[in-house]
């Protein structure tokens, strides 16, 4: 069954270190997620992305947070200057058409702990 | 006004019996409703999703829609401890992203 992957699966970072999530959708998915999840706490949307360029971001994704599919293929979740409050839970996700249509495919997420 | 609301719980249910787990949401203009349920340090996985008002029925698990109340539930037939997790309601906005409540964390007990 297709899935959704995420590399690292854990990342250890010290603050002010630049980190890059790597997700691989599902290969004919169309629209791209971002989320977090801090622990203990619900997951929040970041940001959509469709057809190469962000689509809707949320007040979390602010300048620190970039995001790019570099090679069709890949879709990465840049953050350039991690804080302490940026640990939590990063979970990938992507849809063949937009996420009130159908399922969002969740990948296994990549956890992140700024020290 | 928090947009997904769910009763954080735990909610405690002997094995077998029925669990019944409720959600409320803001936005009016919401169209589709998802449950998923996620356990300790995963990700979420899918249970059902529904879009009209009235009930669907996926083997053990049933959801219910009440779009003039806000109201979506889900119902969990015969639980079983393997159902113990957390269950987050989902809603999409207008915009089509998914918004979560907290979840709820259910503990079904032998």
């Known amino acids: 069954e297709p899935e959704v992957t995420q590399t690292p699966s854990h990342q250890v970072t010290q603050m002010g270190q630049e980190v890059i999530l790597r997700c691989v959708p599902i290969?004919?998915?169309?629209?791209f997620y971002w989320y977090r999840q801090i622990l203990g706490q619900k997951v929040e949307f970041l940001v959509s992305?469709?057809?190469?360029?962000?689509?809707?971001k949320s007040e979390i994704f602010d300048d620190q947070f970039s995001v790019e599919r570099p090679d069709g293929s890949n879709f990465t979740l840049k953050i350039r200057s991690t804080k302490l409050e940026d640990s939590a839970m990063y979970f990938c996700?992507?849809?063949?058409?937009?996420?009130?249509?159908?399922?969002?495919?969740f990948g296994e997420g990549s956890r992140l702990t700024v020290l | 006004q928090k947009e997904v609301e769910q009763n954080s719980g735990p909610l405690s249910v002997p094995e077998g019996a029925i669990a019944s787990l409720n959600c409320t949401y803001s936005?009016?203009?919401?169209?589709?409703f998802f449950w998923y349920r996620q356990y300790s340090g995963k990700s979420p996985e899918l249970i059902m999703f529904?879009?009209?008002?009235g009930d669907k029925e996926d083997g053990r698990f049933t959801a219910q829609l009440n779009k003039a109340s806000q109201y979506v539930s889900l119902l969990i037939r015969d639980s079983q401890p393997s159902d113990s997790a957390t269950y987050l309601c989902?809603?999409?906005?207008?915009?089509?992203?998914?918004?979560f409540g907290q979840g709820t964390t259910l503990q079904v007990k032998p």
């Open positions: 996700a992507s849809t063949l058409g937009r996420a009130n249509t159908g399922e969002l495919f």
């Open positions: 290969s004919n998915h169309l629209y």
């Open positions: 992305f469709y057809n190469n360029e962000i689509s809707e």
């Open positions: 936005d009016r203009g919401s169209q589709s």
């Open positions: 529904i879009y009209s008002n």
């Open positions: 989902a809603v999409t906005s207008n915009t089509g992203k998914l918004i």
